[in-house]
């Protein structure tokens, strides 16, 4: 999988917390030049619940699933992440643990923006910087208001 289909597959993601970044495609090119590409097996765990990890995530290919350890049963998927989607955006905000795993339900081809990478980019293109944590950003406010309404209609 090469970057321009992981771009048009984060262009063409419909879903409400969608990553939304106002970037041209010479500035998603550039972007990319800070993300890497890791293969995942069916059943690899991306990221684990409590783990620090300084990590944010796009699925290029494949399906994740996002699920609680410890929950009670029925309740412990909270999501499935499919290619467009951004997922362990929490790590480019802060060191806090992980709230939950994030496992490859199908082989899968995801593209990394480790911290150390983000804070390079951010030295040299600080307007394309600037743009992936507000659209970073706004994933964490549709996720936060999501999980409020879900919270507000059981109670």
């Given at each position: 999988m090469g970057i321009d289909e992981l771009i048009e597959a984060v262009q063409s993601y419909r879903a409400d917390d969608a990553f939304r970044a106002r970037l041209d495609l010479g500035q998603w090119r550039h972007f990319a030049a800070y993300l890497t590409a890791y293969q995942l097996r069916s059943?690899?765990?991306?990221?684990?619940?409590?783990?620090c990890d300084r990590a944010a995530y796009f699925v290029g290919q494949g399906t994740l699933q996002v699920y609680v350890?410890?929950?009670a049963p029925g309740t412990s998927r909270i999501a499935l992440m499919r290619p467009g989607a951004l997922v362990g955006e929490t790590g480019l905000?802060?060191?806090q643990p992980h709230s939950a795993n994030v496992e490859a339900m199908t082989p899968a081809i995801v593209w990394a923006l480790h911290l150390p990478?983000?804070?390079e980019l951010t030295a040299r293109a600080p307007l394309i910087a600037n743009e992936v944590l507000r659209a970073a950003g706004a994933v964490m406010v549709a996720r936060l208001r999501?999980?409020?309404a879900l919270?507000?209609?059981v109670a």
């Open positions: 059943g690899d765990l991306l990221i684990k619940q409590n783990d350890s410890g929950a905000f802060s060191d990478r983000f804070e999501a999980n409020l919270r507000v209609a």
